[in-house]
């Protein structure tokens, strides 16, 4: 059987990381598509591409961009959810063919103020602690 050549997504990490690393790479990718169909391969590709575009952009836990993306992926999740929500409950009201511009701004304030809400209570409560 013929190697194959490792895939694109091979290419996202940045350079020096791809000098210390490389081999490995290559060795894991190899590793966890061994076997596998075309499928798997494109499976793992993304997965290899994140990896690398997160060593590239840098949002470990020990930088800001990591921080401040940890802190705001919740809260994208739960405004997204709330307008999907309201996406749905209009699809099933009977006799409303769109939102008027009050009910949007309603739902838009509250996309935003619940999540945040629902933070500070648990905060208070002594659930999590705002300084981890």
Not at 14 to 42: C, D, F, N, S, V
Not at 55 to 67: A, E, K, L, N, V
């Amino acid at each position: 059987m013929t190697e194959r050549q490792p895939p694109h997504a091979l290419r996202c990490p940045p350079a020096a990381y791809r000098a210390r690393h490389g081999a490995e790479l290559t060795a894991i990718y190899a590793e966890a598509t061994a076997g596998a169909g075309a499928l798997g391969r494109l499976r793992e590709a993304p997965d290899v591409a994140g990896h690398g575009l997160r060593q590239r952009t840098g949002p470990g836990s020990d930088r800001t961009t990591g921080q401040v993306l940890a802190q705001a992926a919740p809260l994208a999740v739960a405004v997204v959810a709330g307008g999907s929500l309201v996406n749905l409950l209009r699809l099933f009201t009977p006799g409303v063919r769109g939102l008027s511009w009050s009910s949007f701004c309603a739902a838009t304030v509250l996309n935003l103020v619940v999540p945040l809400l629902t933070g500070a209570v648990v905060v208070a409560c002594g659930q999590v602690d705002p300084a981890e």
